[in-house]
């Protein structure tokens, strides 16, 4: 696996996340952006484990154009060069900061360093967050993270990367989160027709991984702003807790988030 650091310093920023990796990557928080509107959230419940909460906005945030243009690259493949090469009219839309880009691969063959004794992604789902209502889920697998309706309604669409994906083709799916060492693969930002493909072939998809590695924590006043009846949820209580707790001191100590 090529992992490349690409600072973007003329970004538009219409391609946004915010969050941290938490303590190991466990408690991981990512709040992503499209077009100034807030898309999804991906967040620890903080309630004394590693259970997670997926939610996504209840109207669909805008699909920035310029993502078309991956499509091709990421179904036909690439040459060997620089990400920020390869991969310049994706940079062109991220909020400026510094990512890191891991070669595409298998989800199922990234093995997290200090995990390796009881957690490793021989497993893999897709969350399915519902519009402004949180979904939990209690993860020892990888996970991505739907951006778009999930299945998607495109079943031609699908079938095609089901044909391709059978003659041996290998399309990308392309995911953002932030935190380097967060354990989630994130928020597809291009690629659901082909993950409905690779889940209908019943194979692990081909996943570009990209992270924020500087994101700005997410706060709880922009949950609020953006999420408001699901700040309000009974799921989200400590997570909620834990958020407006970051001012007064750290969300973390040692391993553990505070939770009292």
Known sequence: MNIEVVDVTDGVGVIDVRGDCGSHG??????LYLGGAAAGLDI????????????RAPERAPRPEELQAMRELTTEGYSNGS????????????????????SPEPVTNRIVE????????????????????PSGVYPLEDWLTPTEQWP?????????????????????????R?????????????????????????????????????APPITAEEVRDHFPSVA?????KWAMAALERRDQRPLYQGDQPYLD
């Open 26 to 31: 466990q408690y991981g928080q990512s709040l």
């Open 44 to 55: 620890a419940d903080f309630a004394g484990s590693i259970g997670r909460l997926f939610v």
């Open 83 to 102: 990400f920020a090469e390869i991969f310049a009219p994706l940079l062109t839309l991220m909020a400026v900061g510094r990512y890191e880009f891991r």
């Open 114 to 133: 200090g995990f390796q004794a009881w957690y490793s992604s021989t497993k893999w789902g897709i969350s399915q967050p519902k519009p402004d209502e």
């Open 152 to 176: 998607p309604t495109g079943t031609g669409t699908v079938e095609r990367y089901r044909t391709a994906i059978r003659q041996g083709a290998r399309p990308v799916v392309i995911t953002l």
């Open 178 to 214: 932030a935190g380097a060492e967060n354990l989630w693969s994130g928020f597809v930002l291009d690629g659901h027709h082909k993950l409905a493909a690779y889940h209908a072939e019943g194979l692990a998809p081909t996943v570009l991984r990209i992270a924020r590695v500087d």
């Open 232 to 236: 309000e949820h009974p799921e989200m």
